[in-house]
């Protein structure tokens, strides 16, 4: 089944403590995107990859790392949490198409930073 | 990207068809329409999308005005699976820039299918 895996699916942590959540697709598919979401605030991009080893920032990246060493994997690293990344992530990836903007979403990894 | 104006929230009954509207009168000619919905919390999922013509899928159908300043999402036969958050986007296609995907999701409308 075509899919975006990621995990954990939840996370309850602690500040400072850092964390790492993976995102992987079957699809081949180029793009690699992660979002977050708050009540509010819609979603919002925090990294994004165009293809492995190439990756760029999106509108809100202090306090994340991405890589992309592989096709399929995009983990979304958080070198020391805080309360303020307390958050709804998601992890999306799309086809080669001309714009990226038909993306396949994952299910989801809702993070507590305590 | 365009801005885009939708109703904070709609009902439909099971079985008839759900209509979407979305306002968006400052699209320029290369921007398209997409539609996403997102089930409680579940990741979004795309729905549609156009340039001009209207089109179909397998999930709903997509009327887009002449003058492209609105545009309608129609579910034909929403059953209680389709309650869910939906959103409008305009986005240009671009050959280049930075701004490749960047999905910007606004408020939505709130679709309410009841038995």
């Known amino acids: 089944e075509a899919q975006v895996t990621q995990n954990p699916r939840y996370l309850i942590t602690v500040t400072g403590k850092k964390l790492t959540v993976t995102c992987s697709q079957n699809?081949?598919?180029?793009?690699m995107s992660w979002y977050r979401q708050d009540p509010g605030l819609g979603l919002r991009q925090i990294y994004y990859?165009?293809?492995?080893?190439?990756?760029d920032k999106g509108d809100v990246p202090e306090g994340y790392k991405v890589s992309r060493k592989e096709k399929r994997n995009f983990p979304l690293i958080l070198e020391s949490p805080s309360p303020n990344q307390t958050s709804l992530y998601f992890c999306?990836?799309?086809?080669?198409?001309?714009?990226?903007?038909?993306?396949?979403f994952g299910p989801g990894t809702r993070l507590t930073v305590l | 990207d365009a801005k885009t104006t939708q109703p904070t929230s709609m009902d439909c009954a099971e079985g008839r068809a759900a209509n979407l509207p979305c306002n968006h009168s400052?699209?320029?000619?290369?921007?398209?329409v997409y539609w996403y919905r997102q089930i409680h919390s579940q990741g979004p999922q795309y729905i549609i999308h156009?340039?001009?013509n209207n089109e179909t899928n397998e999930m709903a159908s997509l009327i887009i005005t002449e003058d492209r300043k609105s545009s309608t999402l129609i579910l034909p036969h929403a059953t209680l699976r389709d309650t869910a958050v939906y959103y409008c986007i305009v986005r240009v296609v671009r050959a280049g820039g930075t701004s490749y995907g960047k999905l910007t999701f606004g408020q939505g409308t709130i679709l309410t299918v009841h038995p």
């Open positions: 990859s165009m293809n492995v080893e190439v990756t």
């Open positions: 699809m081949n598919h180029e793009y």
């Open positions: 999306a990836s799309s086809p080669r198409t001309i714009s990226y903007n038909e993306q396949f």
């Open positions: 156009g340039l001009k």
């Open positions: 400052t699209i320029s000619g290369n921007e398209y």
